[in-house]
């Protein structure tokens, strides 16, 4: 039994905070059903985003709204405010939240109280100050870059199909792509196989017309996946034609012009960054405790070090590795480790709250998959390398396992088996990005968006 009302506060709507969320309302049914306990997810986005189906997603392997899972139907027991957490004052235990009425409201933040607070805002994209970056790059974190990434890919196609100018030709049909990762190199695999799918209906343009650069700034890809497996990646890739730049820096892409460490010059219309992320930048404003890189100093049992009330997992908490042989050593901030804690998260709070023992988080890795595009992949589970297809196989049936909800995962099943039945959909939507522009041409108003208005390239 709870002894007083508890209010429960979970920053962050992606892995930790709608799993945690999730587990929380199950175990508290009783409280909840009897109001003895208020869970509010204050999140940005009324969906989690299930992040390793974004590559497929891309190449239209998946419907985008089959990536995502909304929380409101899934969280049917908690209160799901739209907005961001924009500091804490857990001294206080006070949230400021500003939500989507905040400016037609005029009136400010609110502050949210609380009784414990889930800390879960997860990480974004770590960015240099590389000249152009800003203007040309383009990210590769949420189901909105990811369409908005294909719809490019197919629409530089179409520029290059209807131009006779060999300059904007080259530059639409190249695509470098920054950061050797899960992100950069199923991002590149699944986009670089669906694009030479599509030549098949242009009539002028032909695979290896396209060039598709990875450039890393180490000495390997993939090292989740293990030196000999990485090895194999770049390998078939380069089979490929696909360029791997390794141990190389990207300098500068001003005026669409990617300009790597090792001197080389690449016009180009498409340049994907995806080399790593760094914690929410709310994380700084907050009175609890952070590490030298930024992330939240937290226990074994997912509490925040030193703090009361206050729990922590995921990309934003550095938390120990209490399986790992060297001491000091801290769990990665991957998908496997974010879903299992969020596990021991929520029960540790039921724990905290009904005066019982708290669970140590302990779980070993087990392995990494990688997907390289239709039936080509890597994977290395519990000891044992996979390559080629029996990888790509496992690639799907881990991911399939591990989307939540039934309904998410017959709808992915489905889409799976029809796309293996039928030829791939190759179509642009990048008129969805700008809907309205129609209606003011014909309206007298501005005319319909241009490619040359955006910075990417994206009609």
């Known amino acids: 039994m709870v002894k007083e009302r508890a209010r429960i506060l979970v920053v962050g709507g992606g892995y930790v905070g709608m799993y945690t969320a999730l587990r929380l309302q199950r175990k508290l049914k009783a409280e909840l059903r009897r109001d003895e306990v208020d869970i509010t997810v204050v999140t940005p986005d009324p969906y989690m985003t299930y992040q390793p189906f974004l590559p497929e997603a891309a190449a239209g392997s998946i419907s985008p709204r089959h990536v995502v899972v909304p929380l409101r139907r899934v969280l049917d027991r908690c209160h799901v405010v739209i907005g961001e957490v924009t500091s804490i004052e857990h001294a206080k235990r006070t949230a400021e939240v500003t939500t989507l009425a905040t400016a037609e409201e005029r009136k400010g933040a609110t502050f949210l ?123 078939e890739l380069r089979r490929r034609n696909i360029q791997v730049l390794l141990d190389t820096r990207l300098e500068s892409c001003a005026d669409r012009v990617a300009v790597l460490s090792d001197g080389q010059r690449f016009p180009t219309r498409t340049l994907v960054w995806t080399a790593g992320v760094k914690p929410h930048p709310v994380l700084a404003a907050t009175d609890l405790p952070l590490t030298p890189r930024g992330r939240l100093k937290c226990t074994a049992e997912l509490t925040i070090d030193g703090v009361d009330h206050a729990w922590a997992a995921g990309d934003a908490a550095a938390v120990p590795d209490v399986t790992a042989a060297a001491p000091g050593t801290e769990t990665a901030p991957n998908a496997q480790h974010a879903v299992r804690q969020a596990k021991v998260l929520g029960d540790n709070v039921v724990h905290a709250l009904r005066g019982e023992p708290l669970d140590t988080y302990a779980h070993a890795y087990v392995g990494s998959v990688a997907s390289l595009g239709l039936h080509k992949g890597v994977a290395q589970v519990y000891g044992r390398k996979l390559k080629g297809y029996p990888a790509w196989f496992m690639h799907r049936v881990y991911h399939l396992s591990r989307v939540p909800t039934f309904n998410r995962k017959a709808r992915v099943l489905a889409e799976w088996i029809l796309s293996g039945l039928f030829k791939r959909e190759i179509v642009s939507l990048g008129s969805l990005e700008h809907p309205r522009a129609e209606f003011e041409l014909a309206a007298g108003g501005k005319p319909p968006h241009s490619p040359s208005d955006d910075s990417n390239g994206s009609s």
Not at 204 to 223: C, F, G
């Open 113 to 235: 109280p609380y009784d414990e607070l889930v800390l879960a805002p997860g990480s974004i994209a770590r960015t240099l100050p590389i000249p152009g970056l800003a203007e040309h790059g383009i990210g590769f974190k949420t189901v909105e870059e990811a369409i908005g990434l294909r719809n490019h890919v197919i629409e530089q196609m179409d520029i290059a199909s209807s131009t006779r100018d060999p300059a904007i030709r080259d530059a639409a049909l190249t695509f470098v792509f920054v950061g050797g990762g899960y992100a950069g190199v199923e991002a590149l695999g699944e986009l670089e196989d669906m694009a030479r799918y599509a030549t098949r209906y242009y009539h002028n343009v032909q695979p290896e017309d396209m060039r598709w650069i990875l450039v890393e700034a180490t000495d390997r890809i993939l090292p989740e996946v293990g030196r000999e497996l990485g090895r194999y990646t770049v390998t």
